[in-house]
């Protein structure tokens, strides 16, 4: 069985394991889903869960996901110890297998621990992985509309600093299929939040792109737009992929994920 991803060019692939879920409408109907919605219950999530880790050659615990809220909450994944279970993370966001999804609220994970590999759950949101070539540091990003809002990409970025001491001319990013901007109409009050990032069509509707907002909130943190790579694919446009917009509840959720391999 294949499970079909979207993998970026940009991290090195001996390093770093890396990439996006498709629909995967082969393997089941409705496509694979990693998150529950009302469509899709804990049970089949659970299920496509295991079906990814099995395909990738890792285990459901080396995941780590959150319970996502559009929100600037960034957690760091770094405390571990042994118990009679094996390993878990101390104080931070449960793993694929427990429980589906993390008590903790956030929307942006970082890590420098090997063989951890961080997932956010999109569906026209945007996921952006990102890899510190020199310190060794992944991070997971979602941000839609809210979160671009919130700048929370640039303030991961500058929690890699602060924790981490990363420099990010280190940073090799890519960000996931979104809608393209004709694609994604917006209300007035979400395009006043974007000026520079919104188009006004001739009947006077608004339309945001959040490609562009997020690649300019990268290199206004100081990213080499060399070390960007940014899908061009639309979310609402191509039926391989989820999208909320176009599917409403009965859309499922891709996973953006990234970690570090251990050999």
């Given at each position: 069985?294949?499970?079909?991803?979207?993998?970026?060019?940009i991290?090195?692939?001996?390093?770093?394991?890396?990439?996006?879920?498709?629909?995967?409408?082969?393997?089941?109907?409705?496509?694979?889903?990693?998150?529950i919605?009302e469509?899709?219950?804990s049970?089949?999530?659970?299920?496509h869960?295991?079906?990814?880790?099995?395909?990738?050659?890792?285990?459901?615990?080396?995941?780590?996901?959150?319970?996502?809220?559009?929100?600037?909450?960034?957690?760091?994944?770094?405390?571990?110890?042994?118990?009679?279970?094996?390993?878990?993370?101390?104080?931070?966001?449960?793993?694929?297998?427990?429980?589906?999804?993390?008590?903790?609220?956030?929307?942006?994970?970082?890590t420098?621990i090997?063989?951890?590999?961080?997932?956010?759950?999109?569906?026209?949101?945007?996921?952006?992985?990102?890899?510190?070539i020199?310190?060794e540091?992944?991070?997971?990003?979602?941000?839609?509309?809210r979160?671009?809002?919130?700048?929370?990409l640039?303030?991961?970025?500058?929690k890699?600093?602060?924790?981490?001491?990363?420099?990010?001319?280190?940073?090799?990013?890519?960000?996931?299929p979104?809608p393209?901007?004709?694609?994604?109409?917006?209300?007035?009050?979400?395009?006043?939040?974007?000026?520079?990032?919104?188009?006004?069509?001739?009947?006077?509707?608004?339309?945001?792109?959040?490609?562009?907002?997020?690649l300019?909130?990268?290199?206004q943190?100081g990213?080499?737009?060399?070390?960007?790579?940014?899908?061009?694919?639309?979310t609402?446009?191509?039926?391989?992929?989820?999208?909320?917009?176009?599917?409403?509840?009965?859309?499922?959720?891709?996973?953006?994920?990234?970690?570090?391999?251990?050999?």
């Open positions: 069985m294949t499970i079909n991803l979207i993998v970026p060019n991290f090195p692939k001996d390093k770093i394991l890396a990439g996006v879920t498709e629909r995967n409408c082969h393997i089941y109907p409705d496509g694979l889903s990693f998150g919605t469509h899709f219950d049970q089949t999530v659970r299920k869960r295991k079906l990814l880790a099995d395909y990738l050659g890792v285990k459901v615990e080396d995941f780590v996901l959150l319970h996502q809220v559009h929100s600037d909450i960034i957690h760091i994944v770094e405390a571990m110890e042994t118990n009679g279970y094996g390993k878990t993370i101390q104080s931070m966001p449960s793993s694929f297998s427990n429980n589906l999804d993390s008590n903790f609220d956030g929307d942006a994970l970082i420098s090997k063989g951890k590999i961080l997932g956010v759950k999109i569906a026209d949101c945007a996921g952006i992985l990102m890899y510190d020199k310190k540091i992944v991070s997971a990003v979602h941000s839609g509309w979160g671009s809002a919130q700048k929370i640039p303030k991961t970025i500058s890699m600093q602060e924790r981490f001491g990363t420099n990010p001319k280190d940073i090799l990013v890519f960000i996931s979104v393209d901007a004709q694609k994604y109409e917006v209300g007035q009050e979400v395009a006043e939040l974007f000026p520079r990032s919104t188009v006004i069509s001739p009947d006077g509707k608004y339309f945001f792109d959040n490609r562009k907002e997020l300019l909130q990268l290199l943190s990213i080499e737009e060399r070390n960007i790579e940014i899908s061009p694919i639309c609402i446009s191509n039926l391989n992929l989820h999208s909320y917009r176009r599917d409403k509840d009965k859309s499922g959720r891709m996973l953006a994920f990234i970690g570090m391999k251990t050999t």
